[in-house]
């Protein structure tokens, strides 16, 4: 029996397991910055450590997801993929009205999507992982059902 259905998927836990990831993601970022691996320039390390951070970032929000919902892990983490999409596009549609001078140039159109690939998988594996752990015990990346509940 899976629980892969949008009815088992909820906003509100959408929107708090993406600001567990915004804010995990934040915290790596700094540490990255203060153990000087991030530079202001662009550089390999710098983007290597943005991609870390993402990743970790929504792994954690993932799992945060996946242990509260106990149900539709991978729409869970989908979901908190198309939340930075959405987010992404009010940041671009304020900047743009309020400053008018909104030059994104430091990401391209690859790079922007393979972020936001980045963050789904993220969030999907830590989703997994978190529902897992709350029925079995120990985590995986299975979504059946275990053995004890279908008896």
């Known amino acids: 029996m899976h629980t892969e259905h949008l009815q088992n998927v909820t906003f509100g836990r959408v929107l708090g397991g993406w ?23 662009p550089t390999a390390a710098s983007s290597i450590a943005s ?10 929000g993932g799992f945060f997801v996946g242990f509260r919902a106990r149900r539709a892990p991978i729409l869970h983490g989908v979901a908190m993929g198309l939340v930075s999409i959405v987010a992404w596009v009010i940041a671009n549609v ?6 008018s001078a909104a ?13 936001v690939l980045a963050q ?16 079995r015990g120990k985590p995986g990346l299975q979504e059946d059902m275990p053995p004890e509940a279908l008896k």
Request: no cysteine.
């Open 51 to 60: 991609l870390v951070a993402v990743i970790v970032g929504f792994l954690a």
């Open 103 to 115: 030059d994104w140039t430091g990401l391209g159109p690859a790079i922007a999507i393979g972020l």
């Open 94 to 99: 304020l900047s743009e009205l309020l400053t």
């Open 19 to 41: 600001l567990v990831a915004i804010a995990v993601t934040s915290f790596v970022v700094l540490a990255f910055i203060a153990s000087g691996m991030s530079a202001e320039a």
């Open 120 to 135: 789904m998988v993220a969030a999907t594996v830590g989703a997994l992982l978190g529902y897992n752990l709350v029925l």
